[in-house]
């Protein structure tokens, strides 16, 4: 592979031919969004998380690349808020599929699916059994997106932010990862306060995000810090990899 590099997309073709050789057998796969993160954060926020995810977990199993992260994805309720980019699930499943069927038939044994959006979970929960019996490869589904959610919570504790946030959305958690991920691309000057407390997904997911928010952020991004930005990428990246290799062990 290339030197230290866990990304798929920094090798050659003869790079992944020789880590495919050498026991290279787990893709991870992104699958993230391009949507409205308030008025602090930019709209890659769940791609770029995504990204930052599937490599800490590829280097985490120690034989494993990361896939391209896949953008944008199921963002309907998002689209009041200019710039936000949303597929149909349809639209999404088959580029997943092919992104899967792509890394199968190059040799891949096994291929974990991360959505970072919450808009994904169905989808992907839709897709993935449907893949795997279509391919060689067994398809690993990280989505869960309550139990996403716990591991954020769990990492803003850990990370010495004391506040919870029952739904998550451009508040603390999301704020912090970015603050640790990419400092550069948070607007510090316009942190806002959202919506607190528990929210109707129902109501949001029909009448569309504004309808909850209106400046599109859930919880109290002033709460983030890097450090707890650090703590919930380590506790998603750990309890992800101890996923993946149980499931691995059983196929």
């Not at 890659?44 to 944008?72: C, N, Q, Y």
């Not at 994904?120 to 897709?127: C, G, H, L, W």
């Not at 993935?128 to 591991?151: K, Y």
């Not at 995000?209 to 990246?237: C, K, Q, W």
Request: a negative charge.
């Amino acid at each position: 592979m290339s030197s230290n590099s866990v990304l798929l997309e920094e090798q050659t073709w003869r790079e992944v031919e020789t880590a495919l050789d050498d026991g290279v057998r787990t893709a991870v796969i992104g699958v993230g969004s391009i949507e409205q993160h308030g008025p602090h954060l930019p709209l890659v926020m769940d791609a770029l998380a995504g990204e930052e995810l599937s490599a800490r977990i590829a280097e985490g199993l120690g034989d494993a690349l990361a896939a391209p992260t896949i953008r944008p994805g199921c963002s309907g309720h998002h689209m009041a808020f200019p710039g936000t980019i949303t597929v149909d699930p349809e639209t999404l499943m088959d580029t997943i599929r092919a992104y899967c069927e792509s890394l199968d038939e190059h040799g891949f044994d096994h291929l974990a699916l991360v959505p970072t959006h919450g808009g994904n979970f169905a989808p992907v929960n839709t897709v993935a059994p449907e893949i795997a019996r279509e391919i060689d490869a067994s398809v690993h589904a990280l989505a869960d997106l309550a139990t996403l959610m716990e591991l954020m919570n769990e990492g803003l504790r850990e990370g010495g932010v004391d506040y919870q946030e029952p739904v998550i959305h451009a508040g603390a958690a999301e704020t912090s990862i970015v603050l640790a991920a990419a400092e550069e691309l948070v607007r510090t000057d316009k942190l806002e306060l959202g919506t607190e407390g528990e929210v109707s997904t129902s109501r949001l997911l029909s009448e569309g995000f504004d309808a909850i928010a209106e400046n599109g952020v859930l919880g109290d991004p002033r709460e983030a810090t890097a450090e707890a930005g650090e703590a919930i990428l380590d506790a998603v990246t750990e309890a992800y990899v101890a996923r993946i290799e149980s499931e691995r062990a059983d196929h």
